[in-house]
């Protein structure tokens, strides 16, 4: 319990100094950039395959995998979430493959009963 302390705040939110420096010290300049050219060359690809004769079937599930690509990039490294601890990275991660779940679950089922015309 040494490594924790209360903030100074209303709230009086638990903070990890182990957590805090890991995440100071292992976004340096270096790895921002290599983020930022990889989220570059998905949103380049995203945007040259939008013009391409692919069906629109294969599309609608390429873009989605494609943003849920960019947003574990944003999520894990802008956010500091890849230096937080795993309870916490399940209990954010859990519900979200959950809900990412529920979309294709959603489009399959338009496209069966076809609300979504392809």
Same mark, same amino acid.
């Given at each position: 319990?040494?490594?924790?302390?209360?903030?100074?705040?209303?709230?009086?939110?638990?903070?990890?100094?182990?957590?805090?420096?890991?995440?100071?010290?292992?976004?340096?300049?270096?790895?921002?950039?290599?983020?930022?050219?990889?989220?570059?060359?998905?949103?380049?690809? &995203?945007? #040259?395959?939008? !013009?391409?004769?692919?069906?629109?079937?294969? @599309?609608?599930?390429?873009? $989605?995998t494609l943003t =849920?690509?960019?947003?574990?990039?944003?999520?894990?490294?802008?956010?500091?979430?890849?230096?937080? &601890?795993? #309870?916490?990275? !399940?209990?954010?991660?859990?519900?979200?493959? @959950?809900?990412?779940?529920? $979309?294709?679950?959603? =489009?399959?089922?338009?496209?069966?009963?076809?609300?979504?015309?392809?």
């Amino acid at each position: 319990m040494s490594e924790d302390f209360i903030s100074p705040d209303i709230h009086h939110e638990r903070i990890s100094h182990k957590s805090q420096e890991k995440a100071h010290t292992g976004l340096n300049t270096k790895v921002i950039w290599r983020v930022f050219w990889i989220l570059l060359l998905v949103t380049i690809f &995203e945007v #040259a395959i939008s !013009f391409t004769a692919i069906s629109k079937e294969i @599309l609608l599930y390429t873009f $989605i995998t494609l943003t =849920i690509v960019k947003a574990y990039f944003i999520v894990f490294y802008f956010m500091h979430m890849k230096f937080e &601890e795993t #309870a916490l990275k !399940f209990s954010i991660l859990l519900p979200f493959v @959950l809900i990412v779940y529920l $979309i294709f679950i959603a =489009i399959y089922e338009g496209i069966a009963i076809g609300l979504i015309n392809y």
